[in-house]
């Protein structure tokens, strides 16, 4: 059984999920503000400015929320699984999944990083681990 595939992956959020095929976390940044955010916008919404930039991102956050999931959508969603929303290093939220650990060990304000996971043949897609370091590499 095949996971629920995004629907468009071209266009303004193409440099995203080409950054994800790569293995690494890219977000628009505005240069003229300096303000990170997620998702994918044709305009600054901290300034208004035209076309923010992309650049990678250091991958690192914290869990703001979590839920476990106990049953799964299907059997291509094996539960149980933790939804977790993160907030990122730069500001920026957003919602993934926390992989590698029971979900009983996920706790709000836990460190967390970025992996990839393989999606689909063409697609990866963020996903985060508890980070035993903190953050610190």
């Known amino acids: 059984m095949e996971r629920i ?5 071209d266009g303004l959020a193409a440099p995203y999920f080409a950054g994800c095929r790569e293995g690494e976390l890219r ?15 044709p305009f600054c919404t901290a300034c208004g400015a035209d076309a923010p930039a992309w650049e990678a991102a250091s991958g690192h956050g914290t869990v703001a929320s979590f839920s476990v999931v106990r049953r799964g959508l299907s059997p291509a969603y094996e539960a149980p699984y933790t939804i977790a929303l993160v907030d990122l290093a730069e500001g920026p939220r957003m919602m ?35 980070d035993e370091n903190g953050g610190v590499k």
């Open 27 to 41: 977000l628009q940044h505005c240069p003229s503000c300096g303000h990170w955010q997620f998702y994918p916008r």
């Open 5 to 9: 595939q995004p629907q468009r992956t």
């Open 96 to 130: 993934s999944v926390i992989i590698g650990c029971e979900p009983e060990a996920v706790k709000v304000g836990a460190p967390v990083t970025v992996c990839f996971e393989q999606w689909s043949e063409d697609l990866s897609l963020p996903v985060f681990r508890l």
